[in-house]
């Protein structure tokens, strides 16, 4: 199989869909890759690195999309991209359409095979795919929390861990999945004083055995939520609903009642976010200030570590990526139920039925649409 893999074009992104030792163990089972030029060069990964590996390096993206059988991004693909998509060219790339009815739309009309690394499931339940990036974004998110409490960045003017006689301050992290797991280790880390909220309450016995003192665990209802969240210097959202939106578990009322200078990180921004004044921001301008409080929503977070995420993420996709490329996309998907989840739009339909609820489009039947490949 040719595999592409373009460089990223949204705003401050600079991972990369293959890392060269991902191109070498593709190209040594006998398929082609190409490169767009520079296109790991936010990794450190220079062109001859690629070469080396056994790719070919080719100077346009629109190469990419009129060449190969399969193009492997990072992120979901800007307008510009997913135009060049053509008829049953396999896209695999996160996607996040709940949200984003432009780019499902886009997708439909390229009639390409689209498979989100969100929603690829593993035998365990999880996902696996998300998950190196959920804890890329749930570290970085008590780091940016920790930043932006400081008064030049708006915050409230105090340090995330205290010092000896004065208090720490106090993190609620909604969800405690791995996103959440990850900034409570961060912020634990820190010092901070912490208090993890979620609904599963199997979940909230791990945390509980895994952090012991260390952390409060919560169960989440409208009203723990608010009295967290009032008090909190920092909030970060992590909540998730595998292929839709977030639920908006802080209200504009709940907002107004939060202390001035508290600082909401909300991960959950690919999915629209789950407070309700979210919008989704970048890193060159990655915060917006709501009745006081300061909002990051940085959609890609892990971007700004793009070559610790790069490598995480490479050691999740690649055994998905062979399969694919070894097998052909409709045996790839009858074989693997997991990675059958991940499919979402095919061939002009939305397959995914979270997707379809959100946007209160057509759906059809993932097994129906595989037949029709």
């Known amino acids: 199989m040719l595999i592409g893999v373009p460089k990223e074009i949204k705003s401050n992104e600079f991972r990369v869909g293959l890392t060269p030792d991902s191109v070498r ?7 082609q890759v190409i490169i767009e030029t520079h296109a790991g060069e ?16 080719v100077s346009e993206a629109s190469e990419i999309f009129s060449r190969a059988e399969m193009v492997v991004k990072v992120k979901e693909p800007q307008q510009k991209e997913y135009k060049q ?10 996607l996040h359409l709940s949200p984003d009815p432009e780019q499902t739309e886009g997708l439909m009309q390229s009639k390409c095979i689209a498979v989100a690394y969100e929603t690829v499931t593993s035998r365990q339940g999880t996902l696996p795919l998300l998950a ?13 929390g920790a930043y932006h409490l400081q008064k030049n960045s708006h915050g409230e003017g105090m340090l995330l861990g205290g010092v000896p006689g004065v208090a720490p301050s106090k993190v609620a992290i909604l969800g405690g999945g791995v996103a959440g ?9 820190m010092g901070a004083d912490v ?4 609904r599963n309450i199997e979940r909230l016995r791990y945390l509980a055995d895994i952090f012991g003192t260390q952390a409060h665990t919560v169960y989440s209802t409208t009203q723990s939520v608010e009295d967290y969240v009032v008090d909190a210097d920092v909030v970060i959202g992590t909540v998730l609903i595998p292929g839709s939106n977030a639920p908006k578990l802080v209200t504009k009322t709940l907002l107004s009642k939060m202390k001035k200078g508290a600082v909401i990180v909300d991960v959950a ?17 990655p915060t917006y200030i709501v009745d006081d409080v300061v909002h990051y929503c940085v959609a890609n977070m892990p971007g700004g570590v793009p070559k610790t995420s790069t490598y995480a993420l490479n050691n999740a996709t690649l055994p998905f990526v062979l399969a694919i490329a070894n097998k052909g996309i409709k045996q790839a998907l009858q074989d693997d139920e997991h990675l059958r989840n991940g499919l979402n739009v ?12 959100a946007q209160n489009l057509p759906y059809i039947r993932v097994h129906d649409a595989i037949a029709r490949l």
């Open 25 to 31: 163990e593709l190209c040594t089972s006998g398929h």
């Open 42 to 57: 936010g990794i450190g990964e220079d062109d001859e690195a690629y070469r080396t590996a056994g790719a070919e390096i």
């Open 85 to 94: 998509l053509r008829a049953d060219q396999i896209l695999f790339t996160y």
């Open 132 to 144: 190196p990036m959920s804890e890329v974004a749930g570290r970085m998110a008590t780091q940016v």
């Open 181 to 189: 797991t990850n900034a409570a280790k961060i912020a634990i880390g």
């Open 195 to 198: 208090t993890i909220l979620d």
């Open 269 to 285: 921004i690919d999915q629209g976010g789950c407070t309700e004044t979210s919008r989704a921001t970048t890193h060159q301008e």
């Open 346 to 357: 095919c061939q002009g339909n939305i397959v995914y039925q979270a997707v379809a609820e």
